[in-house]
């Protein structure tokens, strides 16, 4: 399990398959994948696990990958249903989300990630922890060894409950000025598409989008996004989606919950402007 909701939506479907026991993901510091996956085979054989879950996270999906080559048992991602027995049935998102897969998992112990948002949070009690022994060494050798501040003021696109984000109708990487400015003004992270981090305006770490990094702000806005199917699949958690673009009917304008139709360099500002005449 990870801190937040994503793990707990993984335990309303690990409920399913009988009475769930966890992991905590931070029992390992630093994060070492192999050291998790080594733990989790371990309490899987000695409890004879029917099923095991993880939150459709980085790293979720990266410890359970491993797990899966550890045991020579098939993974499957990003779930958004599942139903024990033989075969367990499974339904999942594909293609950045844009259709979904119904399978059959043929498998003795179903290896299952739970795409994040999807699905209620369970409201139980939590499970009992799974005691974790001291990891070996070789199963040290993958972890982190530093992280790096994100660039968008110390806020991450992944925790940031407002996002101010912008696409190519942004014009250049001097455009993103205005859009810099309004995430100050609100406290926000700045994010943009994969065209602005293409063209070397942005760097990756400020992508959302299926490439790049799925957000589940309060508030997205989108500047000058056109709303690409890899784009949308990194909003699937925003709450409220607001666009400003010159196109109304742009695939994001067309899926915003408020949108703004009109040139985004005399929009953006105004907002700025406003904000500030109202503190």
């Not at 498998?107 to 799974?130: F, K, W, Y």
């Not at 992270?189 to 400020?206: E, Q």
Request: with cysteine; proline share 9%.
């Amino acid at each position: 399990m990870e801190p937040g909701d994503p793990s707990r939506q993984a335990l309303t479907l690990a409920r399913k398959f009988g009475e769930p026991r966890s992991l905590q993901m931070q029992a390992v510091e630093p994060f070492a994948p192999d050291a998790l996956a080594a733990a989790l085979a371990r309490a899987a054989d000695k409890l004879d696990a029917a099923a095991v879950f993880a939150a459709g996270t980085d790293r979720g999906n990266e410890v359970m990958a491993r797990l899966a080559a550890r045991l020579d048992l098939p993974l499957a991602a990003n779930c958004i249903a599942a139903a024990p027995g033989n075969p367990a049935t499974v339904t999942r998102l594909r293609w950045g989300g844009s259709l979904l897969e119904e399978a059959r998992l043929h498998s003795p112990r179903p290896l299952i990630t739970v795409a994040p948002h999807t699905v209620p949070a369970d409201g139980g009690p939590p499970p009992p922890e799974v005691s974790m022994p001291p990891p070996s060494d070789s199963d040290l050798v993958v972890s982190v060894s530093g992280h790096v501040q994100p660039t968008n003021g110390g806020v991450s696109l992944a925790a940031a409950k407002v996002i101010v984000s912008g696409g190519r109708g942004v014009g250049s990487k001097e455009g993103f000025a205005i859009i810099e400015d309004l995430a100050d003004l609100l406290g926000a992270a700045v994010g943009c598409s994969r065209a602005v981090t293409s063209a070397g305006w942005r760097p990756h770490s400020d992508q959302v989008g299926q490439t790049g990094t799925k957000v589940s702000p309060e508030v997205y806005i989108a500047c000058g996004i056109s709303g690409a199917t890899q784009h949308m699949a990194g909003l699937k958690g925003a709450k409220r989606i607001v666009a400003i673009n010159s196109d109304p009917q742009a695939p994001l304008m067309l899926n915003a919950d408020y949108t703004v139709t009109g040139d985004l360099k005399e929009i953006v500002p105004a907002i700025a402007a406003e904000i500030r005449k109202r503190r």
